[in-house]
């Protein structure tokens, strides 16, 4: 099994998937207008361009099935008051259990209302890397939130019970039991990889301008039980008794109300890096469930005109990885 191979030969191994690994497609451009809003879709959940601006003012939001987004850019400018909005889509609440508004037949015990249903879970909110080469970020408010759990459905009332018409006493319907809430989304793992491409410009002051925000989503309320129906009213009927020709004849029982349901649980908060190069998460911090592909750094595809250098590069990292391994070998001698 892999970790029972020498040090030396799993460094190598890794570092030459590093090497080959294959870079998303260049694109030309991505130019979003001031006061626009840009959606992003399942087929563009992974871009790598050219050039980037966005205008101020502008939404950055996505279509449905869209986990995460990864967007590198070896050109960006970003104006000021531009928002990504990849909050977690609220569950939908859970309906309410059926009622029944009309008592039973005569000498009918009243039939259980109907359990309401159970709140849908929050979505977790969307996975961001954005890896920038920039000139300038004016105001980048990134939204990952998780999404609320819905709310539990309410139980519906028993059914009254029937009336008296000389028989037993009736007894009323149970009331249904609440729906549980439906659990919170988890928030988002967000990163904001950035590297100033004016020399002067320091990389905390491109990014402070950026907010982000990864809270978990809230868990949907229980759903209330409802109300148990009411037994068959008490009443005299005609009867010879040592007191007279009419007897008391007790009424039936009510129903028991329903029991609520539970709260859903609140979803994780996620994880956000902004700054320089970005190594990776630390893996006893990871949120479970996000997009384990933003856990490396990823800059931009090299243009035309700097495939040389990238070889030339490619060159100098082989030559260390021999390096590297020449003296592991000799740390594992005897």
């Not at 694109?27 to 087929?43: K, N, Q, S």
């Not at 997009?291 to 490396?296: C, I, K």
């Amino acid at each position: 099994m892999y970790w029972l191979l020498p040090m030396n030969k799993v460094i190598a191994a890794v570092a030459l998937c590093a090497l080959f690994a294959p870079l998303p497609s260049l694109a030309e451009e991505l130019i979003i207008a001031a006061e626009a809003r840009h959606t992003v879709t399942p087929e563009q959940m992974s871009q790598s361009v050219e050039r980037l601006v966005v205008g101020d003012n502008a939404v950055i939001d996505f279509a449905a099935g869209v986990t995460h987004w990864e967007l590198l850019a070896r050109d960006a400018t970003i104006g000021h008051g531009v928002v990504i909005d990849a909050r977690g889509v609220d569950g939908v609440s859970g309906g309410d259990g059926a009622s029944y508004e009309q008592p039973a037949d005569a000498c009918r015990a009243g039939k259980n209302g109907v359990s309401g249903e159970p709140g849908a879970p929050g979505e977790r909110g969307v996975d961001i890397y954005l890896g920038l080469d920039a000139h300038r970020i004016g105001g980048l408010e990134i939204r990952a939130d998780g999404g609320a759990g819905g709310a539990g459905g309410a139980g519906g009332k028993g059914q009254d019970g029937g009336k008296i018409l000389n028989c037993n006493p009736a007894n009323g319907g149970n009331g249904g039991g609440g729906g549980d809430g439906g659990a919170g989304g988890g928030g988002a793992n967000v990163v904001v990889s950035v590297n100033p491409l004016d020399a002067d410009v320091a990389i905390g002051a491109l990014t402070a301008g950026v907010r982000v925000s990864v809270k978990p989503g809230k868990g949907g309320k229980a759903g209330g039980g409802g109300d148990g129906g009411a037994g068959s009213e008490g009443q005299y009927i005609k009867m010879r008794t040592l007191t007279g020709s009419q007897k008391w004849v007790a009424g039936g029982r009510s129903g028991r109300s329903g029991a609520p349901g539970g709260d859903g649980e609140e979803g994780q908060y996620g994880q956000v890096f902004v700054g320089g190069q970005f190594t990776g998460f630390q893996p006893q911090n990871t949120a479970p469930g996000g997009f384990d592909g933003f856990n490396s750094y990823r800059p931009a595809a090299p243009g035309a005109a700097e495939r040389e250098a990238a070889a030339e590069e490619i060159r100098l990292l082989r030559e260390q990885l021999k390096a590297l391994q020449d003296r592991m070998e000799k740390l594992e001698k005897p």
